[in-house]
């Protein structure tokens, strides 16, 4: 029985992170036993979002659009960026950390009370101190970010109202699997029998809907069952229940927006009659949605852009994004990546884009030193670059190094993008 447990945020995290001895392990039996000794059973509805891309776009605009509609919502994403708070929102607000900390104690009372048997991940703790926390606060519908796979994830011990896998690219191979198949059938666990199945990849492994068949959910396939078209400077979505025009476009950027988008509002539509929307919460969702790190442009000069792109299929989008802002005098790359992911291929497909790279070293275990990363960038012909020990030294050096006209672009990780979010106003002195 543990006899000095934490009093804040800081020490609960601190304290949680010690709990595993990986940082990752796959399995509902640990958390399902937790959850069970909470009593953790939500009678409000659960929308569960998979995905290796676009998954916490499509979670941002339903918060936005429930909240303008005036639901409470409890929206649980991760990673963070700069606080855990942003893991855990009720009503559009982070969570205090008062409230996580009290949450934690809960879980860990839970956990303890067989006497300590049961080990659970720091990411398995904070998904039921999240849950935990919905409840209490009398929310009206939950918004799951899955955080690996779907499957075996903690999140999906939460019986989903309606499913959604936005995208099935190649990422976390040494946990899902090393096709997209393998990956798609994990991402396609979160599906339940009877219960819609929004799947948004326009060209999915063929894994996903065979699963959703084999169980018999609802299956909802964009380009199928629901869609959009263009129409000048606005859009409309049409599923089983209609064709709904005049949608403005998202306020995130991107021209893949559109498709996470459309997966909102199929979901959505699904629970329509228990979650009734309006075009006009529409309208006002989309408009007002906010995902820090997902193609995010700042104001000045140099412009900048954040993007968390982190495996191929993101990197591509970001490289076509940048090309669809228009001819600028030259990019300049802040880049920094995990040692297990795929730099090669994220380099590969943002080679063209940039002039410059200032490549930097990420915290271990996992973070790739940049002498890893310059010898990726030599290997595919970059020559054009410099090596920093941090993300905040990289920019700094882009800031110096960028006129007025040229644009700086900061991706390859969270821990990247948040270094830079960090050290802005003090390197270029916003």
């Not at 492994?205 to 169980?215: C, D, T, Y």
């Not at 005098?329 to 730099?343: E, P, Q």
Request: hydrophobic share 45%; charged share 20%; aromatic share 6%.
């Amino acid at each position: 029985m543990t006899t000095n447990r934490p009093t804040d945020l800081a020490g609960w995290l601190a304290y949680i992170e010690q709990q595993h001895p990986q940082a990752i392990a796959l399995g509902l039996e640990r958390v399902e036993r937790v959850r069970a000794a909470m009593d953790l059973v939500p009678a409000v509805p659960v929308i569960t979002v998979a995905g290796t891309n676009g998954k916490g776009s499509t979670c941002a605009m339903l918060e936005a659009i429930l909240g303008a509609a005036g639901y409470r919502v409890g929206l649980y994403t991760s990673p963070h960026l700069l606080r855990y708070n942003e893991r855990v929102r009720i009503a559009g607000r982070e969570a205090e950390d008062a409230a996580l900390a009290a949450a934690f104690a809960r879980v860990e009372a839970a956990r303890t009370e067989a006497g300590g048997a049961t080990r659970l991940t720091y990411f398995e703790f904070g998904t039921l101190a999240a849950v935990d926390l919905f409840l209490r606060s009398a929310v009206d519908v939950l918004v799951l970010e899955v955080g690996l796979g779907g499957r075996l994830d903690a999140v999906n011990v939460f019986d989903p109202d309606c499913a959604i896998v936005t995208s099935v690219g190649l990422d976390h191979m040494d946990y899902l699997g090393a096709t997209r198949e393998a990956i798609g059938h994990e991402k396609a666990g979160i599906f339940r029998a009877g219960v819609p199945a929004v799947l948004a990849d326009p060209d999915p492994p063929a894994s996903v809907p065979a699963h959703a068949q084999a169980i018999g959910a609802r299956l909802l396939r964009i380009g199928r069952e629901f869609g959009s078209d263009r129409q000048g400077g606005q859009w409309s979505f049409w599923g089983p229940g209609g064709r709904i025009s005049g949608l403005p476009y998202p306020r995130l950027h991107g021209a893949i927006q559109l498709q996470n988008a459309s997966a909102a509002l199929a979901a959505l539509e699904s629970l329509h009659e228990r979650l009734p929307v309006s075009l006009r919460h529409m309208r006002e969702g989309l408009v007002a949605a906010e995902l820090p790190g997902r193609f995010q442009l700042l104001p000045g000069r140099p412009a900048l852009v954040l993007d968390v792109a982190h495996n191929p299929q993101a990197a591509a989008v970001l490289a076509q994004n940048l090309s669809d802002l228009g001819p600028c005098s030259s990019t300049l790359a802040v880049f920094g990546m995990l040692r297990d992911k795929d730099i090669a291929g994220v380099v590969s497909a943002l080679a063209k884009q940039v002039d410059q790279w200032f490549i930097c070293t990420l915290p271990p275990p996992r973070g790739a030193s940049a002498a890893e990363l310059a010898q990726v960038l030599r290997q595919a012909g970059v020559g054009a670059l410099r090596e920093f020990e941090s993300p905040a030294e990289a920019y700094a050096a882009a800031c110096s190094s960028a006129s007025e006209n040229d644009r700086i672009a900061a991706f390859g990780s969270f821990h990247t993008v948040a270094g830079v979010i960090a050290a802005r106003e003090e390197a270029c002195g916003a």
